[in-house]
């Protein structure tokens, strides 16, 4: 059934429809994951990681930086830096370009010897070094210390340089030339440094059976009260190298090794060089 309106429209007439029931929304919606994660981490979050993951980590991590969002900002390198091209030009020719020689003057000398190589690991060019500039004599004892090597394993003091009472006879104002150290007998004795052995024998003003190694420009180190020499005169022979074994032999009351270091003849505080 219909009804017919002045203007000509119709509507029909017929019962009236049911009322539509409203959807309940309040029931919790499935979400993507995702986007779950994504709203948590925050939109600094989102962008730092939208920038790791497209590739744009120097470029992001610039502009947060210079937006006042970073306060840090690592920039990993992955390659060296290379020249920007002009325009038309090839990269292969910026890189090839060739670099500025590097010159020195005729009289420059240029030293590369071991012994100017100086570091902690080569104790030997630090004492080459310290001879090659200048006489022992003239070296201080703040340049010579630790320059060179213990003359056993181990060091233990049983005498030291200078004035004492006379183990030998009991007087007092005995001058000891040297230091003696803790050794039984039998014991490797060590080269100090690097040198040439100048004497293998016996050592007639008590010091028995001696060694002496000649370091060069004046510095000498000598080994006393030797059981045995293990080395020859003219030998050669490096820091550490084993020239004798300890003993008692000479003007000595027991086992050790009487070590001196002498500087242009004249013995020094072995302590001042060790």
Not at 16 to 27: Q, T
Not at 76 to 92: K, R
Not at 155 to 178: E, K, M, W
Request: net charge positive; with cysteine; charged share 15%.
């Amino acid at each position: 059934m219909t009804t017919q309106y002045s203007r000509g429209r119709r509507r029909a007439v017929g019962p009236a429809s049911a009322p539509r029931v409203a959807e309940d929304f309040s029931a919790e919606r499935p979400r993507d994951p995702q986007r779950e994660a994504r709203r948590r981490r925050g939109p600094f979050r989102q962008m730092t990681d939208f920038a790791a993951a497209s590739g744009l980590g120097q470029k992001a991590g610039i502009a947060l930086a210079a937006t006042g969002l970073a306060l840090t900002v690592t920039v990993p390198v992955t390659g060296p830096v290379m020249a920007t091209p002009a325009p038309g030009q090839a990269a292969s020719a910026v890189s090839a370009a060739p670099q500025p020689e590097v010159t020195a003057e005729a009289a420059a000398q240029i030293d590369f010897s071991r012994s100017s190589v100086v570091t902690q690991g080569d104790p030997d060019g630090k004492l080459k070094q310290l001879l090659s500039a200048q006489s022992a004599g003239s070296i201080t004892r703040a340049a010579s210390a630790g320059s060179l090597g213990s003359p056993l394993a181990q060091l233990a003091t049983a005498s030291p340089f200078g004035f004492r009472v006379s183990p030998i006879t009991g007087g007092s104002g005995d001058f000891h030339r040297g230091q003696d150290f803790v050794a039984q007998c039998g014991t490797s004795v060590l080269a100090a440094a690097s040198g040439t052995v100048t004497f293998v024998g016996w050592h007639q003003y008590g010091g028995g059976n001696r060694v002496v190694v000649d370091h060069g420009n004046g510095l000498e180190t000598t080994y006393n009260h030797l059981s045995s020499a293990s080395v020859k005169v003219g030998q050669t022979v490096s820091r550490g190298d084993v020239v004798a074994l300890s003993g008692t032999t000479g003007a000595s009351t027991g086992c050790h090794l009487h070590f001196e270091v002498q500087v242009n003849g004249e013995v020094v505080d072995p302590t001042g060089w060790l």
